[in-house]
């Protein structure tokens, strides 16, 4: 056993390590990496944008099957970041959850009451011996009806979620985080085209990439207009060509 610290204690999900660790949870934080892409997600004055790499493995696929930004709710959209196939499988589940909501209540869920479902149901996945945690984290936005506000909610492998002004996740989370740091810093509120802009350039600087738009993938939700949609190739190049224009 000379594994270090943390032999054996991995084997099983449900067992602390001495150091009262939970190793299968922190490998499951790791695996969001393994898809080698990075989103980002923008709370503006009367919106709330998410951005993400789109990247087609292989020319024989049809580009337009592949996504990492889904509708849960009309009102409510998401961005996956992680493993693909648990992204899918949480993304089934939330729009099951939505849905029962709101048969059993009669109106629809709000996107926090959601991402805590989420969030619960990953909880138990860390708890119980016959389930794995899954390996990607959901970025939700949409305008909570109550109070008219947008909102950016996150929520992890271990169960855990919350508001953000500004968040990112996958493999340059940390450097995407501090570059909107220093953005919100700047500026907390952003128009719906300025979110999308800083957005767009907190990727491309950490990433030191320019993008086409077939390699970007938007989603937006604002006051005028709450319904989640996902922006056309056309209008990502508009974002592009200003940002282009200002530097």
Known sequence: MSRGSSAGFDRHITIFSPEGRLYQVEYAFKAINQGGLTS???????SAIIVTQKKVPDKLLDADTVTHVFRLTENIGCVMTGM???SRSQVQ????EAANWRYKYGYDIPVDMLCKRIADINQVYTQSAEMRPLGCSMILIGIDEESGEPQVLKTDPAGYYCGYKATSAGVKQLEANSFLEKKIKKKPEYTVSEATEVAIS???SILSADFKPTELEIGVVSKENPKFRVLSEPEVDVHLVALAEKD
């Open 93 to 96: 589940r939330a729009r099951y």
């Open 202 to 204: 907190c990727l491309s």
């Open 40 to 46: 980002v997600a923008i709370k503006g004055k009367d």
């Open 84 to 86: 693909m196939a648990d």
